[in-house]
Each structure stands twice: as structure tokens, then as C-alpha cells.
């Protein structure tokens, strides 16, 4: 018996300011024309919190002062096979001029209602609702 495929890592970060939540609209697969928390693939020898850091920065020309691990989500492709290990950073102190870059088509703070009219993937959706009501996340989704 083989063991399983090893999960490739990510990471995406979720920050909440002023009542919204950043989210950017994916520009390429996997899901590409939902919305989610900026993030990625980590590179090789990269550190999760600077995966984290260079993700944000491409896709939203935004920096975050402090990076704090908040969940991890195992993400499967569309047949349901697990392929990231997705390690979902809660980021505040943001600072820097919004604007999409990279694989993001659009990026935009969203709060709730807003949020329930777009096409938002479903784990996102759990993690930003939660921080939005002020409730805990859940350390392990998958």
C-alpha cells in the first residue's frame, strides 16, 4: 500500500477592518471567477508567513503589520481528491492603496450582505462570516 499523496502547500489571509472583509475575485483555476482571501501556492523554502506576506502584497498591493495562523483548510480539485494543505493567516495593521494585481481580477472590502450576493467559495465564506459575527474559526476545515 502506498501512502498518500503529499498536499501542497498555501496560504491565504483573511483580514476584517471596519466591518468588511478583503476578498479578491480569482483570475485563473482552480476557481476562477470566485471570490476569496488573497493567497496561494507557497514556494519552495518559502516560510508560510512570508507565502502569506507576497500573496497579499500581489494580489492587493496591501502590506499587513501582524500575521496570525487561524485556520487550516484542506482544499480538494473538482473530483473531490485533497490537493492544498491551505493555511489561512488572520492579518491586521493593513496598510497600502488597494489595487488587483496578479491573479486577481478585482479585490474589494465586502461586508455581510454584500458578501451573500457573491459568488464567494464556501470555506471563505465560513471563516469571513465567523470573524465578521466575532465568533471563533474552527482549526481544522476539510
Given at each position: ?9 498555501a ?9 468588511r472583509?478583503l ?5 485563473r ?7 476569496a ?8 523554502g518559502?516560510a ?11 494580489e492587493?498591493a496591501l ?9 487550516t ?15 489561512v493567516?488572520?492579518g ?12 486577481a ?23 469571513a ?5 466575532g ?8
Amino acid at each position: 500500500m502506498k501512502p498518500p499523496p503529499r498536499l501542497a502547500p498555501a496560504v491565504s489571509v483573511a483580514i476584517l477592518h471596519e466591518g468588511r472583509v478583503l476578498l479578491v475575485r480569482r483570475g485563473r483555476e482552480p476557481s476562477k471567477g470566485s471570490y476569496a482571501f488573497p493567497g496561494g501556492r507557497v514556494e519552495a523554502g518559502e516560510a508560510l508567513e512570508d507565502a502569506a506576506r507576497r500573496e497579499l502584497l500581489e494580489e492587493t498591493a496591501l502590506t499587513a503589520g501582524a500575521l496570525t495562523p487561524l485556520t487550516t483548510v484542506i482544499v480538494s480539485d473538482r473530483h473531490g481528491v485533497p490537493v492544498f494543505e491551505l493555511t489561512v493567516f488572520h492579518g491586521t495593521d493593513v496598510s497600502g492603496a488597494l489595487a488587483p494585481g496578479d491573479d486577481a481580477e478585482a479585490a474589494g472590502w465586502f461586508d455581510a450582505v454584500e458578501m451573500a450576493a457573491l459568488p464567494v467559495l464556501d470555506d471563505v465564506s465560513a471563516i469571513a462570516q465567523a470573524l465578521l459575527a466575532g465568533g471563533a474559526v474552527p482549526r481544522f476545515i476539510g
